[in-house]
């Protein structure tokens, strides 16, 4: 079973539209969560931290579950620009643990 | 600053041949890291380290050697290179304690 576990999509929705994605981790002493994006052939860049309490950033919201072991990222009003790989994050000791992300692309 | 650097951005290596990747970071960070990305399978730690003359193995060190003889720079080895190892590079940073880590640009390895 993969640490960190995503549904890798592709995810096609049109400009305007609501997306989420889910992802679960095995590690019950994960200590810290995060959503990075990937785009094409480039390096990962922090979209936000995950907070048991959920956190917003514009039209991003997060939220964990530690009781489930399950982490969400919604996307409102998706953009042109939003189309990217969004991997789910854990980290545990000195590491980051990566899923293998989402992929998803908004059409016009 | 610059951020994150690697050298090279490409490269393609018959097997056996032996290559240094550089990673060099100016932001005065203590940790820094060498992660591989294969399609379908993610980022997978390969060393890390957590301060200068400091390395420790992560999930897939097995092909490769790291060196950190000073803070800002992180070197990856292949010493023989295989097929295996045909992947993009990708090292990053960050500070002590903190999440959030910082990534170079990438290399992109092609063994033949």
């Known amino acids: 079973r993969k640490e960190v576990e995503q549904d890798p999509g592709p995810f096609n929705v049109p400009e305007g539209a609501t997306v989420a994605f889910n992802c679960t981790y095995s590690?019950?002493?994960?200590?810290?969560f995060f959503w990075y994006r990937q785009d094409c052939r480039k390096e990962p860049k922090l979209l936000m931290s995950v907070y048991s309490s959920g956190n917003e950033d514009g039209r991003f919201t997060a939220q964990l579950n530690r009781a489930s072991q399950y982490i969400s990222l919604l996307i409102r009003d998706s953009k042109l620009s939003d189309s990217a790989t969004y991997l789910c994050v854990v980290r545990w000791t000195d590491k980051l643990i990566f899923g293998t992300g989402t992929r998803l692309q908004v059409f016009p | 600053n610059a951020g994150v650097t690697q050298t090279p951005k490409f490269r393609v290596l018959k097997t056996g041949q032996s290559m240094t990747l550089l990673c060099a970071q100016d932001?005065?960070?203590?940790?820094m890291y060498w992660y591989r990305q294969d399609p379908g399978m993610g980022l997978r730690l390969i060393h890390y380290?957590?301060?200068?003359?400091?390395?420790a193995k992560g999930e897939v060190p097995d092909g490769y050697n790291v060196s950190r003889l000073k803070k800002q720079n992180f070197l990856l080895g292949l010493e023989s290179a295989a097929p295996s190892q045909t992947s993009v590079y990708f090292c990053?940073?960050?500070?002590?304690?903190?999440?959030?880590?910082?990534f170079g640009p990438g290399t992109r390895l092609t063994v033949l």
């Open positions: 380290s957590v301060g200068e003359g400091t390395t």
């Open positions: 932001m005065n960070h203590e940790y």
């Open positions: 990053a940073s960050s500070s002590q304690g903190a999440d959030t880590q910082y």
């Open positions: 590690n019950s002493a994960s200590q810290s």
